[in-house]
T-cell receptor, first 114, second 115 residues
């Protein structure tokens, strides 16, 4: 079964620390990966996309992709209380008949403690 | 860019009535739109995939006759919850895919309460 797996958390980090969120995916052929942030009661918001092995940085966020290990991570530097949210990992997985579908993990809840 | 709107943001209806939710991509054309449902403290559940001009593809366990989806144009998809019941109360979220990547952009969601 095609899956995207995340630790549900909660992950608690002190303000100013680095938060590390991890995700694995089942389809070795996947090429596109995304991180979404969802605040409580709100809809998900796209914060990062990554397509190539290695690191991609955007402000305080760094996405890391290792296709050989089928592993994606998101690092948040200098974590702020406003970063407290659920982070959803998504990967494009093969869904059959030549088509791919964006599949979401269940999300990791992050709490940044002031 | 990549803004998706939903209307209404919140709706309360009586059991047995129907509710229509609109999803619009405001600054891009969406070849594909998606409808999700999320119950409190649970993860996103994909209900159906909607392609402009063709029938929606429903996920297993989602009743296509209860959740009617129409994708009449490249910027508008609608979800109609027919004969709503209290167990249909949930947060309904649409997303749209511009077509040149798998990125999905989400609308703000519609909170449905059926009394």
């Amino acid at each position: 079964q095609k899956e995207v797996e995340q630790n549900s958390g909660p992950l608690s980090v002190p303000e100013g620390a680095i938060a590390s969120l991890n995700c694995t995916y089942s389809d070795r052929g996947s090429q596109s990966f995304f991180w979404y942030r969802q605040y409580s009661g709100k809809s998900p918001e796209l914060i990062m996309s990554i397509y190539s092995n290695g690191d991609k940085e955007d402000g305080r966020f760094t996405a890391q992709l290792n296709k050989a290990s089928q592993y994606v991570s998101l690092l948040i530097r200098d974590s702020q209380p406003s970063d407290s949210a659920t982070y959803l990992c998504a990967a494009e997985l093969y869904s059959g008949a030549g088509s791919y579908q964006l599949t979401f993990g269940k999300g990791t809840k992050l709490s940044v403690i002031p | 860019g990549a803004v998706v709107s939903q209307h209404p943001s919140r709706v309360i209806c009586k059991s047995g009535t129907s509710v229509k939710i609109e999803c619009r991509s405001l600054d891009f054309q969406a070849t594909t739109m998606f409808w999700y449902r999320q119950f409190p403290k649970q993860s996103l559940m994909l209900m159906a995939t909607s392609n402009e001009g063709s029938k929606a593809t429903y996920e297993q366990g989602v009743e296509k006759d209860k959740f009617l989806i129409n994708h009449a144009s490249l910027t508008l998809s609608t979800l109609t919850v027919t004969s709503a019941h209290p167990e249909d109360s949930s947060f309904y979220i649409c997303s749209a895919e511009p077509g040149n990547s798998y990125e999905q952009y989400f609308g703000p969601g519609t909170r449905l309460t059926v009394t």
